[in-house]
């Protein structure tokens, strides 16, 4: 295989298979948010959109995900079960997203997916330009801005992704770890609002507890 085949294969893989994750993971999000816009912004106005305090001060477990991949979170996070489209099948082994959207907004999720061979390179960047993109369809928003950073946790290189965003009159910070190692890719994404503390600290923690083992 050629790498411009490769790079073919990967993007066709990861176009049509983040796409489905994140536009699942966002589109669901932001879904919940049309069905009941007007009540959150009353309640972005009095205060009810904040991380609740008790989700910073309670014990939180540390959870073990594809085998050698672990984080620590205040709440159990639910397997999606998403199906893997057909027309990717012959690149992917296996694909699970843990997901979990708290009542005041923030919503947190993991993607693993160990692929077959024949996908090539697995692509960092690439994989954190589709998680930008489907921001974008899945959201009207406006002043998109973000930084990319490398980061290592146990010797494995990743990328992240942090920014914020407007929608409407709500301002978001949303956070993306990427992580590949051989064939898995791992990512770790929040969203929440901008004003919500608590978030932002449940944010850091949950990315400085990940560690992957060799």
């Given at each position: 295989m050629?790498?411009?085949?490769t790079y073919s294969?990967?993007?066709?893989?990861?176009?049509?298979?983040?796409a489905i994750i994140v536009i699942y993971i966002i589109g669901n999000y932001a879904g919940?948010?049309?069905s009941?816009?007007?009540e959150e912004i009353i309640g972005r106005a009095i205060g009810q959109r904040n991380t609740p305090d008790n989700l910073i001060k309670k014990e939180w477990l540390r959870v073990v995900y594809g085998g050698n991949f672990s984080i620590k979170t205040p709440v159990s996070l639910?397997?999606?079960n998403i199906a893997i489209p057909n027309n990717i099948k012959d690149y992917i082994d296996t694909l699970n997203v843990f997901e979990i959207r708290?009542?005041?907004?923030?919503?947190?999720?993991?993607?693993?997916?160990?692929?077959k061979p024949a996908i090539g390179e697995i692509d960092l960047q690439g994989a954190s330009n589709i998680i930008l993109e489907n921001l974008k369809k899945s959201y009207d928003l406006t002043n998109l801005k973000y930084t990319y950073d490398?980061?290592?946790?146990?010797?494995?290189?990743?990328?992240?992704?942090?920014?914020?965003?407007?929608?409407e009159i709500i301002n978001y910070k949303f956070v993306n770890a990427s992580f590949v190692s051989g064939l898995n890719l791992w990512q770790v994404m929040l969203i929440y609002s901008a004003d919500d503390k608590n978030g932002q600290k449940l944010a850091d923690r949950v990315i400085s507890s990940i560690k992957i083992q060799s």
């Open positions: 050629t790498k411009t085949q294969n990967y993007k066709l893989v990861i176009g049509g298979l983040l919940n948010k049309i009941d816009h007007s639910t397997n999606s708290l009542k005041n907004g923030l919503e947190f999720a993991i993607t693993l997916i160990k692929y490398s980061i290592f946790v146990d010797n494995t290189e990743g990328q992240l992704l942090k920014g914020t965003f407007k929608e």
